[in-house]
Every structure is written in C-alpha cells, then in structure tokens.
C-alpha cells in the first residue's frame, strides 16, 4: 500500500504530501478496499488469492487515485503548511 502510495504520487504533482495529506489518503483507500478483501479472503483458496494479487494492486491503486483527488479538492480546514 505505501509503495503503491508512493508509485501514484509521482503522477499526482499538485498534490501536497505532507504527512497529514498522505495519512488521509491511505485512510480513505484502505477503507475502501478493505471490506472487499475481507468478503474475498474468506471463503478462498491459497491459489486462488495469490492469482488475483494483480487484481488487488489495481484496486489499491484506484483507492489511492481517488483518495489523492479527494483530499486534494478538499484538504482539511486546519491544513495549514500546504507549501506553495
Ligand atoms: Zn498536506
């Protein structure tokens, strides 16, 4: 997740990155994608999570996408230091 983090902030230069802004951003998609992997992890088998890997990188990576856009659009009202 944090690499992932990390990969997608490179394409997303307006974005602030302090650690506030990246703490909200990983909040927002781990919230996301949890509850997915929970339904999904239940009732699976071994082989079949670990083909599906790449398809949760691609979801993680949407999660983070429209974690930085949300966070970016509506930073936090005590978000202070957004540096220029
Ligand atoms: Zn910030």
Do not use: K, W
């Not at 307006?14 to 009732?43: I, K, S, W």
């Amino acid at each position: 997740m944090a690499r992932e983090y990390e990969r997608l902030r490179l394409t997303f230069p307006e974005f602030c990155g302090c650690e506030t802004c990246r703490d909200d951003v990983m909040v927002f998609a781990l919230n996301r994608v949890r509850p997915h992997y929970v339904t999904q992890r239940r009732g699976a088998v071994i082989a079949r999570v670990r083909m599906e890997r790449d398809q949760e990188v691609a979801d993680i990576s949407v999660a983070l996408v429209e974690g930085f856009r949300r966070v970016h659009e509506s930073p936090r009202p005590d978000h202070g230091d957004r540096p220029a």
